[in-house]
């Protein structure tokens, strides 16, 4: 695990998260699984995809998920 990709959910983060801050994460977890800071010219497009991917990934799960002890989902907060 990357020590940088912080957890997203409460009550590590206690207000919700935010889409820079999932994207934040994608962008780690692709650097870490990847190998690379910044890809070069050739694979701009698979890695920006990847982050891509992982963020709207990250945002569903969150909206999925059940923490014990809130009084709501975010999906039913949000309704």
């Known amino acids: 695990m990357c020590r940088s990709?912080?957890?997203l959910?409460?009550?590590a983060l206690p207000?919700?998260?935010t889409e820079e801050d999932m994207r934040a994460a994608a962008l780690q977890y692709v650097r870490?699984?990847?190998?690379?800071?910044?890809?070069a010219a050739h694979?701009?497009?698979v890695f920006d995809r990847a982050v891509d991917?992982?963020?709207e990934a990250t945002m569903k799960l969150l909206d999925?998920?059940?923490i014990r002890g809130s009084a709501a989902?975010?999906?039913?907060?949000e309704s």
């Open 9 to 11: 959910r409460p009550p």
């Open 5 to 7: 990709i912080k957890t």
């Open 53 to 55: 991917d992982i963020t």
């Open 32 to 39: 870490k699984v990847s190998g690379f800071r910044a890809p």
């Open 64 to 66: 999925g998920l059940e």
């Open 15 to 17: 207000e919700e998260a």
């Open 43 to 45: 694979n701009r497009e």
């Open 73 to 77: 989902t975010r999906s039913t907060a």
